[in-house]
């Protein structure tokens, strides 16, 4: 069965520093990897996604993330956090380009100035 | 273009009572499915359509209906409130090659 770990409920950051947000999964096939942003009273925005290729994939907002299969990990990361960047994240994956989206329990982006 | 559209967006019930949230798409996508979100519990699937006609079960299907007789429309039916269901409901929408498309929820309260 397919399934995703976020390990961080939080993640606290100041303004101007890297950021990471973890993510781990399980597959047992192709993964096909996402991540979500959910800002408050929202619904989920599509940041970016990792299908096949580059094992770094750029999203929106100045967002990538590194696919790495030997870890099963896809952590989503920013050079220079924005305090705008404090949201809600979701990781999620599905197995192959059909079938549904399994989403990780979220991590809360703080970003301080 | 609207996207994904939800209503109510706020609701509170009875226990008991039955409602049904509308979800509406203007983007001609095939799949549209229902999340519950929940504190600590991220996003579980309930139901989920892969066409019009066509539904299926997620994770979290009992207490829920759903339907699809038209591509734009997938509306999610109580049929019994109870306060488990007490949570932000999403619905959401893709083609083949798109990522999900997520309305912006409805706040139900069961009470």
């Known amino acids: 069965a397919q399934s995703v770990a976020q390990p961080e409920d939080q993640v606290n950051v100041a303004e101007g520093n890297p950021l990471t947000v973890k993510c781990t999964y399980s597959?047992?096939?192709?993964?096909?990897l996402f991540w979500y942003v959910q800002y408050p009273n929202r619904g989920l925005q599509f940041l970016l996604k990792?299908?096949?290729?580059?094992?770094l994939v750029k999203g929106s907002y100045g967002f990538e993330a590194e696919f790495n299969k030997s870890q099963t990990s896809f952590h989503l990361k920013k050079p220079s956090a924005l305090v705008s960047d404090s949201a809600l994240y979701f990781c999620?994956?599905?197995?192959?380009?059909?079938?549904?989206?399994?989403f990780g329990k979220g991590t809360k982006l703080s970003v301080k100035p | 273009n609207a996207g994904v559209t939800q209503t109510p967006k706020f609701q509170v019930l009875k226990t008991g009572q039955s409602m049904t949230l509308q979800c509406a798409q203007d983007?001609?996508?095939?799949?549209m499915s229902w999340y519950r979100q929940d504190p600590g519990m991220g996003l579980r699937l309930i139901h989920y359509?892969?066409?019009?006609?066509?539904?299926d079960q997620g994770e979290v299907p009992n207490g829920y209906n759903v339907s699809r007789s038209t591509t734009e429309d997938f509306p999610l039916r109580l049929l019994s409130a109870a306060p488990s269901q007490t949570s932000v409901y999403f619905c959401?929408?893709?083609?083949?090659?798109?990522?999900?498309?997520f309305g912006n929820g409805t706040r139900l309260t069961v009470t």
């Open positions: 959401a929408s893709k083609t083949v090659d798109s990522p999900l498309h």
């Open positions: 597959v047992s096939g192709n993964p096909y």
């Open positions: 990792y299908i096949t290729g580059d094992n």
């Open positions: 999620a994956v599905r197995e192959g380009s059909q079938g549904n989206l399994i």
């Open positions: 983007m001609n996508h095939e799949y």
């Open positions: 359509s892969v066409g019009a006609g066509i539904t």
